[in-house]
């Protein structure tokens, strides 16, 4: 089962599209980002040095631009790869990536959200001088103390032994100061206390941009970071797209999601090497490929050769299965065995403690069994019905 992720904020570094313009197909698409994002992405991607593209409005749409170019260099056809990749995910503004790249919105779209994201959040960062700053190691419970008696907050959880605290640059300066035990304080180069309180006014401008936008269903499992539960239905995407900014980031929820849905290859598209360095010591086991330059292409493909084996469903002749996006009690909907349904239809909830999840199906078709009973305690990725894709019920 293959993984595909997209990085965030931070992951940039001068001169990343230097060596992917050399493609012409990824100039002419970089020439296109360019003109729908308003940003001279060619010359931020190639020219600009550290301190200029640290800037969150250039910073956001160069990032998501590079994920989407290499993915188009990787399936030039985006169809072709709903039929090979099994899982999406995306790490802060790589959510953004995440969602162009299963389906839910156009790169087009992608690029004017995060154009707009990265000057919301640039403006919320004005207000007070805020920044983040990365906890490495300590004992996880005096990392949390730590960082609740200076007022921060846990803004990034991305692994074990890995914490990003967030808030006032005086708030980090006196964590620096007086650090948890065994730990080293890493400042990132962002520009702001992102996934805190002090994005809300991003995220209420957002908000309304997401209200005029279309969505489809995602094509395949789109995990959320703000959770680590899987999401298809197109609108709960966006909306979570929006409250993503002051909310924190749970990236070890999602690599715990991925190996529980049984996930052997993952691949980080550009601008990468991060989140393949969190994988190393979260997911033993699982093949990883950061893809820097194109000459990383050639093992990527041989990679979605060896991994991708997510079967298309309306092609499947007989039945498909639709999975729990997440751990809780299920509950079925109005839709019973023999019914037919439209692709997106909402066929039952899985209930957590804090909400209830949609089990949406994947494409149209009939119901043809329940594989759990309601009431049932689900796990994520655990089969919950049978779907005969075309034909007569099952």
């Not at 820097?292 to 493909?301: E, H, S």
């Not at 037919?340 to 078709?365: F, K």
């Amino acid at each position: 089962m293959l993984a595909i992720v997209c990085p965030g904020q931070g992951s940039q570094a001068p001169g990343l599209l230097a060596p992917w313009l050399e493609l012409p197909s990824c100039r002419d698409r970089m020439e296109w980002f360019t003109t729908v994002a308003g940003i001279d992405l060619l010359e931020h991607g190639t020219e600009s040095d550290a301190e200029t593209i640290r800037d969150t409005a250039i910073a956001q749409p160069l990032i998501v631009a590079s994920g989407l170019a290499a993915l188009l260099e990787l399936f030039p056809r985006p169809s072709e790869g709903f039929t090979k990749v099994s899982v999406g995910a995306g790490h802060s503004v790589g959510e953004i990536t995440a969602a162009a790249a299963t389906g839910v919105i156009t790169a087009e779209q992608a690029l004017v959200f995060v154009r707009e994201r990265g000057r919301q959040m640039a403006k919320a960062s004005k207000a007070t001088p805020t920044g983040m700053s990365a906890i490495l190691g300590g004992d996880p419970d005096e990392v949390r103390a730590a960082i609740e008696s200076h007022g921060l907050t846990a803004a990034n959880a991305n692994a074990a032994g890995q914490v990003v605290a967030a808030g006032t640059l005086e708030q980090l300066a006196a964590l620096a100061a007086d650090p948890p035990t065994k730990t080293r304080i890493v400042p990132l180069q962002v520009a702001g206390a992102f996934h805190t309180e002090h994005m809300a006014p991003a995220t209420e401008r957002l908000a309304a941009y997401a209200r005029a936008m279309t969505t489809r269903e995602a094509h395949t499992r789109l995990i959320s970071n703000r959770d680590g539960h899987v999401v298809r239905t197109g609108r709960e995407v966006l909306n979570r797209l929006v409250t993503q900014v002051s909310s924190p980031v749970r990236w070890d929820l999602c690599m715990q999601t991925m190996l529980d849905l049984g996930v052997t290859g993952l691949i980080e598209v550009p601008p990468s090497g991060t989140l393949v360095g969190l994988a190393k010591r979260a997911m033993p086991g699982v093949e990883l490929l950061a893809v820097k330059t194109p000459g990383d292409l050639d093992r990527a493909r041989t990679m979605i050769a060896e991994h991708g084996d997510r079967p298309d469903p309306a092609a499947d002749p007989e039945w498909s299965l639709v999975i729990a996006p997440t751990k809780g009690v299920v509950r079925f909907s109005s839709v019973g065995v023999g019914d037919q349904v439209a692709t997106g239809t909402v066929l039952a909830h899985v209930r957590t403690a804090h909400d209830d999840i949609d089990v949406s199906a994947p494409h149209s078709g009939w119901l043809s069994q329940w594989l759990v009973r309601e009431g049932d305690e689900v796990a994520p990725g655990q089969p919950v019905l049978r779907m005969a894709p075309r034909g007569v019920p099952a």
